[in-house]
């Protein structure tokens, strides 16, 4: 299984790519905020932010197609969430399911193609390295760099087992796939559990103490974590 579109293009080098990362990750968190924050019905400034960050995937190089692409995946469940709390929502009476439920449609797709943007025009790496110069929580930053680090090697597992279990099977419908597919979660998720004390007990032995070094300089190391807090 391949997990190459988890980072950007690196040939990229759009004026964005080569902004600074922490000006670009607290400009998105502020552009989600105030997203977040509008009331319900504000079209003009939801139109305002959506041409903002049309303009920014314009200068940046990122393929719009990709974005959108990308957005489609999770729209299925923001287009769930707009049905079930469009109904409900305090301001339902006042200004109609319809509004209340284009508006939650909007939000979500203006935040979620904000954070696709960022992600694209700025590594995961280099991502952290703003966060930790951000004064955010050690633990919270050592366990998204493991989580990433590991995605990885969680992704080889998952294929190794599906192939495996494609050799032992010659059943071609689909109906019959999802017992198959379930079973494969459930073994994944244990044999997850096993290698993370098996990678925990291997790191600790080798002097694991929370701090991430780099060969890229001193900037990028993490102050000190204690081990029983960093555990993977």
């Given at each position: 299984?391949?997990?190459?579109?988890?980072?950007?293009?690196?040939?990229a080098?759009?004026?964005l790519h080569r902004l600074d990362a922490r000006i670009k990750l607290?400009?998105?968190l502020a552009?989600?905020?105030a997203v977040v924050l509008l009331p319900i019905g504000s079209w003009r400034p939801l139109g305002g932010a959506a041409m903002l960050l049309a303009f920014l995937v314009g200068i940046s190089g990122v393929s719009p197609g990709t974005l959108l692409r990308r957005g489609l995946a999770v729209m299925p469940v923001v287009v769930l969430l707009a049905v079930m709390i469009a109904p409900s929502h305090p301001m339902a009476p006042t200004f109609g399911p319809w509004v209340v439920g284009g508006t939650i449609l909007a939000k979500n797709c203006l935040t979620?193609?904000?954070?696709l943007l960022l992600a694209h025009v700025t590594p995961f790496r280099d991502l952290m390295t703003a966060l930790e110069q951000l004064r955010a929580p050690t633990v919270l930053v050592a366990t998204l760099l493991l989580m990433y680090r590991y995605l990885f090697v969680l992704a080889e597992q998952l294929s190794r087992m599906a192939r495996a279990r494609r050799a032992r099977s010659f059943r071609r419908s689909r109906w019959s796939e999802w017992p198959l597919g379930a079973s494969l979660i459930a073994g994944l998720l244990l044999r997850s559990f096993e290698r993370g004390e098996r990678v925990h007990a291997a790191m600790l032995a080798r002097g694991?103490?929370?701090t991430f070094r780099s060969l890229d300089g001193p900037d990028s190391i993490s102050p000190p974590v204690q081990p029983d807090s960093a555990s993977p």
């Open positions: 299984m391949r997990l190459d579109w988890l980072e950007p293009d690196q040939s080098h759009g004026s607290v400009a998105t552009l989600v905020l979620i193609l904000s954070i694991w103490d929370g």
